[in-house]
């Protein structure tokens, strides 16, 4: 079946612009996850949604960073005023209800120049 | 505090050499330890969930072992297309609940 699906697959954006990313969940997955990956590390948690609602959003790095589930499936990661430190690769996943194996999307690699 | 350190940060082999993969974790109350593996451009693709020290598990040529500080990730007889990076994760300790840490990964090379 198809898997998780994010796009863009690539952004350049100049400094102090809006971003969305967006994020196409497995279907009849009801958690979904954001991570952040900067090259040579691992993937950073960002927020949780358990459903709607953002179960979890303590890996937000400040309040440019929010993000939406409005119908319990697709989800949009917003950034504002972005900064060159926001350059990263954005990868979202999804899990059959929390604490399962989560599966990750190919990531949406965001530079801000 | 929680850390997850994974050693060594890169592995050459030659095809059919066996080797081990190392991932030391000081994450106390364990609620799993997860692997991954990550190919370029791609997002990680899921292998294993180890609970408990003393379990293993076992995926083609891949191997996973848990004990109470560190998991080994044993590739058997590799070929190229196990040239990777490979992640551990882990959920627990002070981490919240929602909270998976990851370790930096070891990017594996296998010529043939």
């Known amino acids: 079946g198809a898997g998780v699906s994010q796009t863009p697959s690539n952004k350049v954006t100049e400094k102090g612009k809006y971003v969305e990313l967006r994020c196409d969940p497995i279907?009849?997955?009801?958690?979904l996850y954001w991570y952040r990956q900067s090259l040579g590390q691992g993937p950073e948690f960002l927020i949780y949604?358990?459903?709607?609602?953002?179960?979890?959003d303590s890996g937000l790095p400040n309040d440019r960073f929010f993000a939406v589930r409005p119908e319990g499936s697709v989800s949009t990661l917003k950034i504002q005023r972005t900064e060159r430190g926001d350059s990263a690769v954005y990868l979202c996943a999804s899990s059959f209800g929390f604490g399962n194996e989560q599966y990750f999307g190919p990531g949406t690699r965001l530079t801000v120049t | 505090e929680d850390q997850v350190t994974q050693s060594p940060e890169a592995l050459r082999l030659q095809e059919g050499e066996s080797s081990s993969l190392n991932c030391s974790y000081t994450?106390?109350?364990?609620?799993?330890l997860f692997w991954y593996r990550q190919d370029p451009g791609k997002g990680p693709e899921f292998l294993f969930t180890?609970?408990?020290a003393g379990e293993e598990k076992e995926k083609e040529r891949l191997k996973a072992t848990l004990t109470k500080k560190e998991s080994f990730l044993h590739i058997t007889a590799p070929k190229p297309e196990d040239s990777a990076t490979y992640l551990c994760a882990v959920r627990g300790g002070a981490l919240n609940n929602n909270d998976m840490r990851f370790g930096a990964g070891t990017r594996l090379t296998v010529k043939p």
């Open positions: 279907s009849g997955h009801t958690a």
């Open positions: 180890l609970y408990s």
């Open positions: 994450v106390s109350g364990l609620r799993g």
């Open positions: 949604f358990q459903g709607t609602g953002a179960a979890d």
